[in-house]
């Protein structure tokens, strides 16, 4: 989505800092490893797993919302009403799973990684991005569109 931005703003730049929770991950996953093994905390583990992807998951859902809905001027392209819901209501559906994840983890550790495993398996797939479109590799560049000079 970002590759669709003709500039930014403070808001974007602040939820694109959110994104940073991408760092959590291997601190998340040591510790899903470490207490797998473990006699008692698994759930806890599984938790913050399952959390840290949540947390990410937010943080693009609101960068996403932002830039479709708050701040539609700023996009390269203009986007139909229904391409943006559509783009919208995607996001907000891989919220879902992740937060079904981490109460999963309620239940069973493995649960969680079972559900994270699966939308990584899904989301690495290009058919499933909701630009995807093989005819088209990128989109232009600002510095060659007329319309900026």
């Given at each position: 989505m970002l590759r669709r931005l003709i500039s930014v703003d403070h808001t974007i730049l602040l939820f694109n800092l959110l994104l940073l929770t991408i760092g959590v991950l291997p601190f998340s996953t040591a510790l899903m490893a470490e207490y797998l093994k473990a006699a008692h905390g698994q759930?806890?583990?599984?938790?913050?797993?399952?959390g840290s992807f949540l947390a990410m998951s937010l943080a693009f859902f609101a960068m996403q919302r932002h830039m479709l809905i708050a701040k539609q001027h700023l996009l390269h392209e203009r986007l139909t009403p229904e391409v943006r819901r559509s783009v919208l209501?995607?996001?907000?559906?891989?919220?879902?799973?992740?937060?079904?994840?981490?109460?999963?983890?309620?239940?069973?550790?493995?649960?969680?990684?079972?559900?994270?495993a699966v939308l990584a398996a899904f989301y690495a797939l290009p058919s499933t991005t909701s630009d995807h479109d093989p005819q088209q590799a990128s989109f232009p560049a600002v510095e060659n569109d007329p319309d900026r000079k």
């Open positions: 759930n806890l583990a599984a938790a913050v797993y399952g209501r995607r996001n907000a559906l891989g919220v879902a799973p992740y937060s079904l994840a981490t109460l999963g983890a309620i239940l069973s550790p493995y649960l969680t990684l079972a559900i994270c």
